[in-house]
């Protein structure tokens, strides 16, 4: 038995140190090992030396023809991948217009690989803001030889390629792979300086025309344009307020106020739909920029709709978005739109706006699929020629529609960082979340797609390699461990009904402190293939373990027990909840007691379900039975 004991709390902590450590996972799963194929010759330069070494390097070049048709630069703080110079020739094979091309990095610290820096693909407005290709690149060896000749000066690489891309209209291509370790820890301070350098305004003459929706919020209405007013540099606006339908009293105090600001007031009594009002107060407009703006939206610096309407002006723009904090704070609440397999996500909603979020999402002008329409600026011929907001989305996901047809018209989203505001967050419409709501929520999500069936789950500006699944706000790995795969469910098994311990002996195992402690923490109902809302299954997560005895002995399951005392076991996926050792404070073994559990459609009757839980030792065979206060309808 002492054998068997101890291959279990073996097996315990490697799971434990193998949930720790996803990255090192992720490179176990997606890097080749033992590559026997050889290297292709090409030639590796430091970026940080080309200049002391440019006559040897032009000499080299042009005398040794054969040494591959592509060099490699990379900084001399690092070590280049065993199989990059196989995966830049590939490329340049199979993209023969590219002629520069950047691939992914990571650390070494302490001799262990870690924070991965999964790049977006071509970002115009980012490599303006600051040098996001890094420290690993690669170009054509006869364009390469060209710009090197041309060098009289000592210039850092980022100049250099920009020189060569910018008067060509050449745009970079990236390699999806990490070809890069930098060793040891990069310093964050220079991507801030290097943003901080170069944000700017483009100078403006045109006029902004303010679209403000707006129904019943006199008062929210008010604040957003007296920061509008007294806050906003650039004076060559209109403000467009559209109404769909205030009670008399507010719609007399409106008009008041905006005869005040010399506002333009659209009313008409109508249904919800963001998208129509949107849409009406751009055909009433005569700006050259519409700037779109939630009236729950306050200015917070002078120079804000210069910036925006100068971006939107540019002929590579598209929509142009804010960084938007929650009132009276730096707390973010968006900062861009990011696509991911289960949806559009707001990355970074919730937290604080300080250093630099995974390499300067939260401070450089980020290319992005799509920005809020809390905040929007976009050209209005742009807006016109994709047909501005969609009707049939009125309430969600409308913002996204249009900045999902501006990018497959070849326009790019950005998201000003440098533009701060505060917004009052769904003040106006409330939440999405009772029943009825999030059920249009859904069908709403499922028409988006619908429409732009080629975008369902990708977005150029988030590598596939950062999570999918999940509303992570933050930028974590995309591996998936087995309680995360959603296409991997739970075993279902009959069992003689259990009986739950007898109120004697429950409390004899609470005297000697064998007590078990549990939680549920949602049951919803999900579908493997979205656009459909086919295929669904249940999905049940939480924790539960012993307060004392070593849970590495534990086998658990989930009890599902039908009005006929019928019971069904449910396997489950362990999970590491280290937020649980608040709970177990006595326990050594408590880091695996989250789980999840997926029960397929159609692997148990329709009904209602008592919620149990069973945890059987694996060493003697003992078995605690509890019933939770919890059903769940299958």
């Known amino acids: 038995m002492s054998v068997r004991k101890e291959e279990l709390k073996i097996a315990y902590w490697q799971e434990c140190e193998r949930q720790q450590h996803p990255y090192e996972q992720w490179i176990l799963l997606n ?25 040897q390097i032009i000499q080299k070049l042009s005398e040794e023809e054969t040494d591959g ?44 690989r870690c924070n991965p820096w999964f790049k977006p693909e071509w970002s115009p407005d980012t490599l303006r803001s600051f040098f996001y290709f890094g420290h690993i690149m690669a170009i054509r060896k006869g364009l390469f030889l060209t710009e090197m000749k041309k060098m009289t000066e000592n210039l850092p690489v980022e100049t250099l390629i920009r020189n060569l891309l910018a ?8 390699i999806n792979q990490i070809l890069f370790h930098y060793v040891g820890l990069k310093p964050t301070e220079n991507i801030r300086h290097s943003v901080e350098s170069v944000q ?10 303010v679209i403000i929706p707006s129904k019943d919020h006199p008062e929210l209405l008010l604040q957003c344009i007296q920061s509008i007013n007294e806050k906003t540099a650039y004076r060559n606006y209109e403000i467009i307020v559209v109404d769909n339908g205030s009670t008399d009293e507010n719609k007399e105090k409106i008009q008041e106020m905006l005869k005040k600001y010399h506002a333009i007031y659209l009313y008409e009594e109508r249904n919800f739909n963001f998208s129509a009002m949107c849409n009406a107060g751009a055909r009433a407009s005569w700006g050259r920029i519409l700037l779109f703006l939630n009236d729950d939206i306050e200015i917070m610096i002078p120079e804000w709709m210069e910036i925006m309407a100068g971006q939107a002006l ?21 900062a861009g739109i990011t696509n991911m397999l289960v949806g559009p996500a707001h990355k970074m909603g919730g937290m604080p706006d300080e250093g630099s979020i995974y390499h300067a999402r939260n401070l450089a002008d980020y290319n992005v699929i799509a920005v809020t329409g809390a905040c929007l600026a976009v050209d209005k011929q742009k807006f016109e020629a994709v047909g501005g907001f969609a009707e049939e989305l009125p309430v969600a996901y409308n913002d996204v529609d249009l900045c999902f047809s501006l990018w497959e018209q070849g326009w790019y989203n950005v998201v000003r960082n ?6 009052h967050e ?39 390699h950062l999570v999918q699944n999940r509303l992570d706000t933050d930028f974590h790995i995309e591996y998936q461990y087995d309680y995360e795969k959603q296409d991997l469910m ?5 069992i003689q009904c259990p009986k739950e311990s007898r109120e004697k002996r429950w409390r004899h195992l609470l005297h000697r402190g064998q007590d078990v402690l549990y939680h549920i923490d949602r049951i919803e109902k999900k579908c493997l293939d979205f656009l459909k809302g086919e295929d669904t299954y249940t999905e049940i997560e939480g924790w539960m373990g012993y307060t004392r005895e070593p849970n590495y002995r534990k086998e658990r399951v989930l009890l599902l027990k039908d009005a006929s005392t019928q019971c069904y076991t449910v396997s489950v996926f362990a999970k590491e909840r280290p937020d649980t050792k608040t709970v177990f404070l006595k326990q050594e073994y408590y880091e695996l007691c989250g789980f999840v559990a997926r029960i397929q459609s159609g692997e148990l009757p329709k009904g209602t379900y008592e919620l149990g839980i069973m945890m059987t030792d694996r060493c003697n065979g003992r078995r605690m039975v509890k019933y939770l206060d919890r059903t769940i309808e299958i």
């Open 31 to 55: 890097e080749e090992k033992n590559v026997e194929e050889e290297e292709p010759r090409c030639h590796v330069f430091c970026y940080e030396k080309l200049f002391i070494e440019q006559e």
């Open 69 to 112: 048709d592509f060099v490699v630069l990379i900084s001399q703080n690092g070590e280049i991948a065993s199989f990059a110079k196989r995966a830049v020739k590939e490329f340049f094979e199979t993209h023969q217009k590219m002629d520069v091309v950047y691939a992914d990095e990571d650390e070494i610290v302490d001799g262990k």
């Open 167 to 174: 008067p060509k209209g050449m745009i970079a291509g990236h």
């Open 200 to 209: 700017k305004k483009n100078r403006i003459e045109e006029k902004v025309s």
């Open 314 to 334: 540019l002929p590579h723009a598209g929509a142009v978005g804010a960084k938007l904090y929650y009132p009276n704070s730096k707390t973010i609440q968006h």
């Open 418 to 423: 440098d533009v701060t505001l505060y917004h």
């Open 426 to 464: 769904s003040v106006s419409r409330g939440t999405d979340e009772n029943e009825e709501k999030k059920e249009r929520l859904i069908q709403e999500r499922r028409l988006l797609y619908q429409r732009h069936p080629d975008l369902y789950g990708k977005d150029p500006f988030y590598s596939t």
């Open 490 to 494: 739970s075993s279902v098994g009959i």
